[in-house]
């Protein structure tokens, strides 16, 4: 028995913060944000919305998608790295939320790498016959962490949630890889104590931080290291991998991904001009767009790769 992805979902902020607007916040342009990462806007959470709302809702939506009943799940389980209260966990306010009732739920903090956290997570659950049917969401409002008054950091980030439920079938992932280097963990630093105070007294309360240089160096190392690590493991070609779904931080960081994978950017989709970086959330936003829209197709070899604070990265390899 395998995971295999069965649903998915997502949900977006509704405003809207376009490269001209974060121009009259710090002193910035369209044209340095838009050549640097390909970011040209961003959606925000508003004030009654959160980690939790939005998750929510992506949830909802997977478990629609999927034909589950809420009584179906066996486990929640929540990457995040921005929720605003530290218990009940993230998780556990959607299970709440959506009634499901014989599920057990958690959360995992592994920056933008927690979505291929939680599906490795899920995959070890599934294969050791532990659990059948599992909810994973990525919920994020980096929004509420940045420093607004950074021009290097706060033009890169937005909110948003993405969800799948997979279940054990007999094809789906094929192998999946995550490491971690603790030893790196202070090029991308980020502080709870943000979260929930005004933006002129977040600043004093160290909030996100990052040599963005450091970071963009080791995301063109290390993803390729990993996809590689998984393909030559499992006898599989670049060539014949569909399409590289991976975490929508920076385009130039995927199109160097690319290029030294020797593989075409076209399966490289990018969404990041929409939403900016949002985390957790960005791969399976990216799924459910890729999957709703009709590009990605039952049976489709796919390589999904995150990397982020931690240091964090990981790779999971299957047919859709
Ligand atoms: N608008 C205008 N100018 C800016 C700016 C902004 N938003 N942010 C930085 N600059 C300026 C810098 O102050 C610097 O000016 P200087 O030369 O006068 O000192 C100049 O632009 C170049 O800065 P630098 O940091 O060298 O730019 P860069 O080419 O490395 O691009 C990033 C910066 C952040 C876009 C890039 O390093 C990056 O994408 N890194 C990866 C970040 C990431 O994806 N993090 C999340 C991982 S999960």
Known sequence: MTTRIIGTGSALPEEVITNDD???IVDTSDEWISSRTGIRQRKLVGRDENVVTLGTEAARKALEDSGTAPEEIDLVLTATSSSEVYFPNVACQIQGNLHLTNAVAMDVSAACSGFLFVLHIAHAYIQSGVYRKILLVGAETLSRLIDWEDRTTCVLFGDGAGACVVEAQETGIIDAVLHSDGGM???LTGSAAALVTPKSEALAAHPLHMDGQAVFKFAVKKVPECIQELLERNQVEADDVKWYLLHQANKRIIQSVAKRMHQPEEKF?????????TSAASIPIL???MYH??????GDR???SGFGAGLT???ALLDW
């Open 185 to 187: 963990g202070h090029v």
């Open 302 to 304: 796919c390589i999904l």
């Open 269 to 277: 989709p990018v969404n990041l001009e929409y939403y900016g970086n």
């Open 287 to 289: 799924l459910d767009e």
């Open 293 to 298: 829209s009709g590009q990605i197709k039952r």
């Open 22 to 24: 974060m121009a009259k």
């Open 313 to 315: 990265w990981g790779a």
